[in-house]
Structures are given as C-alpha cells and as structure tokens.
C-alpha cells in the first residue's frame, strides 16, 4: 500500500512544483534570508508568506527556524526549470525509500540538518538529481552525509578530496574521524595501521561543486 504524504508534505511539495519558487531573488539570498526576514522586507513576497503559514512559523521558535530552511532549500531550487521540477518530485515519488511522500520526507531531512548553509547544498544535491547528473542512490548516500559532517568542516572536503597517504598523515585526528563517519573518508587498510583517505563519495560531491 502506497504511504501518502503529509499536510505539511503536500504543500511543500505544491510550493516546489509552483512558479512560486521563482519570488525570491538571488539578491536576497545574498543579503540573508535571516537578515532580511527580521527586517520584515520579505513578507509580502508570496514564497515567504506561504512557507511561513504551513508552518505557523509564529508559534515557536523550532517551527520558524524549520520554515526558514524550507524557505533556503526552496529558494536555491528556483533555478531549475518548473518542468524539471515537477519531473523530479514524481520520480522521487515513485522510489521506495520516498514512496508517495517525498514533500515529508525533505522536511525530515532539513529538520535535522544543523546549518543555515546545509539546506541550500541539500537543494544543490536535489537539483544535480534533477539533471540526471547523480543517480538516486547517489542522492540518498550524499543527504546523509552532508547531515552528518559538522558544518564547519564543509570547507575542508574540497582539500581532502585529493588527499594522499603522505598528506593524510598530517591532518587533524578529529576532522578525519568526522569524515569517516560521513561516509566521506577510509581507512586504506595498509599495514602500519594505514591511512584515511577520500571515499568515492567524497570525491562525487565536488565534482558535482556541492561544496565550497
């Protein structure tokens, strides 16, 4: 039995698929969605006031931050062409792991990201799935990594990318642990106990410039 998606899920969705994803332009997202929220500039924006109401982002804190990165993960998406869009929503419709509810199912996967800058590069990734640049899997294996590496790391996944054994010798204990439990790093398995180095994955998400 197919699951269905929840209110909250179907709106988003409709938000998705809609031109109006297209009412927030570049120049705010430039500025800070954050900033320009609290100086009230966006309020009459359609996008901002649509989000914000499935949301009832004023009654909690938790709701508006979750709005807010609803907000960035659909604002990065307005690059896409609708068509694009909509192809894309069905398709992760159909998979299993989505299975019907693919607007609930982005939510969770915001809610838990940690970051203002994470539900952005979440869009990025949806967007590679979009134009068929990764697969599916691919964008199941890349989410979770990106919830699961500090942000402040983000940064150093490009460097680590094109580590060598000699360089990963040198590098910080901590931040090749975080790595490793992204899925973004291994051991090599060498016998003097070996070296961390970049996984497939790690390499997949800079060719497709999900990172700075």
């Known amino acids: 039995m197919k699951k269905k998606d929840t209110r909250r899920g179907i709106e988003v969705v409709n938000v998705l698929k809609s031109d109006s994803v297209l009412s927030v332009g570049k120049e705010y997202l430039e500025i800070g969605i954050d900033s320009v929220l609290e100086s009230g500039a966006l309020k009459d924006i359609p996008l901002v006031s649509t989000v914000f109401g499935i949301f009832n982002a004023a009654s909690s804190t938790r709701d508006q931050i979750l709005a807010t990165k609803i907000l960035r993960f659909l604002s990065e998406l307005a690059n896409i062409p609708a068509n694009e869009r909509?192809?894309?929503?069905?398709?992760?419709?159909?998979?299993?792991?989505?299975?019907?509810?693919?607007?609930?199912?982005?939510?969770?996967?915001?809610?838990?990201m940690e970051s203002e800058k994470k539900p952005e590069l979440a869009a990025k990734c949806f967007a590679a799935?979009?134009?068929?640049?990764?697969?599916?899997?691919?964008?199941?294996?890349?989410?979770?990594?990106?919830?699961?590496?500090?942000?402040?790391?983000?940064?150093?996944?490009?460097?680590?990318?094109?580590?060598?054994?000699?360089?990963?010798?040198?590098?910080?204990?901590?931040?090749?642990?975080?790595?490793?439990?992204?899925?973004?790093?291994?051991?090599?398995?060498?016998?003097?106990?070996?070296?961390?180095?970049?996984?497939?994955?790690?390499?997949?998400?800079?060719?497709?410039?999900?990172?700075?």
């Open 86 to 112: 909509i192809a894309m929503v069905e398709k992760l419709n159909e998979d299993d792991k989505f299975s019907g509810r693919a607007g609930a199912a982005v939510i969770e996967i915001l809610d838990r």
């Open 129 to 212: 799935y979009a134009r068929e640049e990764i697969s599916f899997l691919d964008l199941r294996r890349i989410l979770p990594a990106l919830e699961k590496l500090p942000a402040f790391d983000l940064e150093e996944v490009r460097v680590f990318s094109e580590t060598r054994i000699e360089d990963a010798m040198k590098m910080d204990e901590s931040l090749l642990l975080a790595f490793v439990n992204a899925g973004l790093g291994k051991n090599n398995g060498g016998l003097d106990g070996g070296a961390i180095l970049p996984t497939s994955l790690c390499k997949l998400i800079v060719k497709i410039d999900l990172v700075p």
